[in-house]
């Protein structure tokens, strides 16, 4: 049997996978089922699957022949130096969701059974002659830099990546262009250069003279190092604030360009594959029983609105009393002071606009998404109570007993989100259901199965988390 040989993962890539884990899952370092998630131990696993000839291993050892082939937690344990075999099935999982990944079932020859195994994907692998370079992104000359590639020139803090089988508006077809993943300028390629043509949601009248302009990877790396600006950047005009008890506007530059619509953010649950009736029931097996899921029928009492967060209208003393936003508070007292007396929504905007990552510390995961409001249209199942899971695009993404009536769950809770809770202290999970809803509404995202007894929602819940999501849940 080949000996793996481990090549150490290029640093582009390496930081992109965090930072798509980051946006996909949760901010790294983060705990998941008591393992400690962080940016090495990705890396270290990539490492592990990219040695395999196949990009894939088995989560424990299997029997392959005569031998026998490490499982991912021997690896990880050869790597990091403790026993990671408790790792192996909460990271293969992680990197499955996040899309770096995909479940694979090898063959142990011993006892002749499938074991569960992780493969890499070809877009996330590389080899001793791939450099620095990010998945997918276009190969370059010897003597040109991908420094811009790891950090976007407009905003400094995003990573670029290769998005392929779209267009944009307005722009002749492409073969690719690159996505910056914070702020969401777009570059298209020329030959050698590439052209900035978007620059969305950010309000820095710099990038004025950069919109549009045609350079080479030299070039913008040049300005990520701001390295000899082509001339001086026009001063930014402070905003004047009035004290929020006048209950005055904070006035909000107008936008550069003309905002793009946001995309849809990537649907995150458990991958499952759900049958499905003729009539477009949902049907769940192996639980304690089969079942049964009906989509909610819904109506919209309003078009989609953005940026709600910056309608919010207590002040920014009155959230850090909060102790939901105890991390941020000593920030503020001792660098923001001036923001403290004046409205949370309109500064949490302005700190967006002025690309200031902290206006993210303030929201929860789900709290910049674009939201509707909407109400359960089927008077008789409005009436009724049992299960709610939302199912989108083949996954899992919540499941939740209710034990009134699920108008009172849809209509008052996720179909009808309030400013301040797309803050840290809201309802997260009421902000992401509705911003799925928002996103694919002509799409069923709602199921519900009809129980009246409420020992056996409990039961239900119980058994759908633990089979899914591998933890325990309360119902709603």
Known sequence: ?????????????????????????????????????????????????????????????????????????????????????????VIAEILVIAGLAEPAEMLDTSTHTQIRGIRLLSPWTWHIGSGDVLPGSAPYSAGETDAWLARCPVCKTGILSQVTGKRLFGIPPTDYYLDCSHCGAKFIPEKDRFRLVSIARIADPRWRQYLNSCRNPDEWAALVREETPERPAPRIATSRYRMASKKAEIPIPPPLVHRPEKPARPVEGTPVSFSTLRDGTLVVTGTAKTLYFRPASLRFLRGTRHDLFSHAERTVQQALEIPA??????????????????????????????????????????????????????EEQAHKKGLIVVYLQGK???????????????????GKITADECYRDGDETACRINSLVTAFRSTPVIWLHELSDDNAIDTAVSGLCSRFFKIPASPL
């Open 1 to 89: 049997m080949a000996i793996p040989q481990y090549l150490p993962i290029p640093k582009n890539i390496h930081a992109l996978a965090c930072e798509t884990i980051s946006r996909r899952i949760e901010r790294l370092p983060f705990t998941r089922n008591g393992v400690e998630i962080t940016g090495d131990l990705v890396g270290a696993t990539l490492e592990c699957l990219n040695a395999e000839v196949l990009r894939t291993l088995p989560l424990r050892a299997v029997t392959r022949g005569t031998g026998t082939l490490p499982g991912l937690g021997e690896c990880l344990s050869e790597r990091i130096g403790s026993e990671q075999g408790a790792t192996a099935p």
């Open 325 to 378: 936003f105890a991390e941020v508070k000593p920030l503020f007292e001792q660098e923001y002071l001036r923001y403290l007396p004046l409205r949370l929504g309109p500064v949490t905007e302005e700190l967006r606009k002025k690309n200031d990552p902290l206006y993210r510390q303030l929201l929860n995961r789900f709290g910049e998404e674009d939201f509707s409001s909407f109400a359960m249209e089927d």
């Open 396 to 414: 899992l993404c919540h499941v939740a007993g209710c034990h009134a009536t699920f108008a009172d769950l849809i209509d008052r809770s996720f």
